[in-house]
């Protein structure tokens, strides 16, 4: 795992974040950190961070599917996305569309099959496309409650659509083998009377 969480910059290059005078200032920090942290339910496997210039624009955070459905089958889900709203719209032109890119490259790097995100059904998706995603059609907007598993109903009933990015994990790479040394000794024979040779 590396030291530091892997960002994207405004160039689209995987970088570093790094704690630094250079890093993003405290107060946008501060501000996607609280968004980040209201009532995340998942488990984190990674996050993702667009920049212009010294300045963090947007993140994502990618985590296990929440439906226990598509767990253990090779597929992570994009939990969170934000983008800042605060600053001029010409300075996060394209981020959403750059982190859900990043984090489509990242989850292919570690060797997942899949990643996945929902929408509202109001939302076009335009990131989504430009992202190479596809649309898979209606899901969720139900309540998570059951008689034998009762759960508070917090969350508004949205109806959602799922999205998806099918991956092609390259196979590990396998190691280089040794060398042989220069003479090896080497059975001939019938095995009964071998003896050792050297070429």
């Given at each position: ?12 290059r995987v970088g570093r974040c790094r704690a630094s005078p250079a890093a993003p200032d ?30 963090l624009i947007g993140v994502a955070a990618v985590g296990n599917p929440v439906a226990r ?61 430009a992202a190479g995603w596809t649309r898979n059609g209606p899901a969720g907007g139900r ?57």
């Open positions: 795992m590396p030291a530091h969480p892997p960002c994207v910059t405004g160039k689209s405290a107060g946008s920090l501060s501000k996607l950190k609280e968004v980040l942290t209201v009532q995340i339910t998942m488990t984190w496997r990674f996050g993702i961070g667009v920049a212009n210039g010294h300045q459905a598509f767990n253990g089958r090779g597929i992570v889900e994009v939990n969170r996305l934000c983008v800042r709203r605060d600053i001029a719209s010409l300075l996060c032109w394209n981020a959403a569309s750059m982190l859900y890119g990043a984090a489509s490259r990242a989850a292919e790097r570690a060797g997942f099959q899949s990643i996945i995100t929902y929408t509202h059904e109001t939302e076009d998706g335009t990131s989504l496309r309540s998570w409650h059951r008689p034998g598993r009762p759960r508070s109903n917090r969350n508004a009933f949205v109806p959602k659509v799922r999205w998806s990015r099918t991956l092609f994990p390259k196979p590990a790479l396998r190691p280089v083998p040794t060398l042989a040394p220069a003479v090896s000794p080497l059975w001939i024979g019938d095995g009964v009377s071998a003896g050792p040779c050297s070429l």
